[in-house]
């Protein structure tokens, strides 16, 4: 116990004390496809609009649902579209994810991009709620993407801005909590 709250405590200081603000050049901070103002074709759309009004009303999407939805409104993209993240839901509307991933962890960035598809507001817990329904479905795909990302995000930062980013999402995607 006191090891975590040693570890607790000394990631909060780097917090603070280290400089992360320009270790990535604006090209890796980038969302290109998100500057496109893409939209689905009108099939893509009623599909999106349907999923969304079943889920207003609490009526239960079948898995065969969610699979055709990740299927058809998810788009892979190369990651040089994507900046440095696995995936983005843009402006709620479009989503993409990175190609090149592993299986499992595409399945899971998927599935959590089309979470926030459905959201209907940006609060707090949004990150929360799109990992929660993305692991229940892909728990290997969680896993897989945790590992994925953290091989990732060692090639861009430094080691004190490496554990404070991984801090950082960590309390984001994990707790729920607004750190940015």
């Not at 496109?36 to 074709?41: G, I, K, L, V």
């Not at 040089?80 to 995936?87: A, C, F």
């Not at 490496?162 to 750190?179: S, T």
Request: aromatic share 10%; charged share 25%; glycine share 6%.
């Amino acid at each position: 116990m006191a090891v975590l709250f040693v570890s607790i405590i000394g990631l909060e200081i780097a917090t603070r004390v280290c400089d992360c603000s320009n270790q990535l050049t604006p090209e890796e901070r980038r969302i290109v496809v998100c500057e496109e103002n893409a939209t689905y074709d009108n099939e893509s759309q009623l599909l999106l609009d349907s999923l969304r009004t079943k889920r207003a009303q609490g009526i239960t999407i079948s898995k065969a649902d969610y699979r055709e939805a990740i299927d058809r409104l998810v788009i892979e993209v190369a990651q040089e579209q994507l900046g440095i993240v696995n995936g983005v839901a843009c402006r709620g509307e479009i989503a993409y994810v990175a190609e090149g991933m592993p299986i499992q962890a595409t399945l899971f960035v998927k599935r959590h991009e089309l979470e926030h598809l459905f959201q209907s507001s940006h609060d707090e817990d949004s990150e929360l709620e799109a990992n929660v329904a993305a692991a229940k479905e892909y728990p290997i795909g969680l896993l897989s993407t945790i590992a994925f990302s953290v091989i990732k995000l060692g090639r861009y930062f430094s080691w004190c801005c490496f554990l404070v980013i991984g801090w950082a999402n960590f309390k984001l995607y994990f707790l729920g909590m607004k750190v940015w």
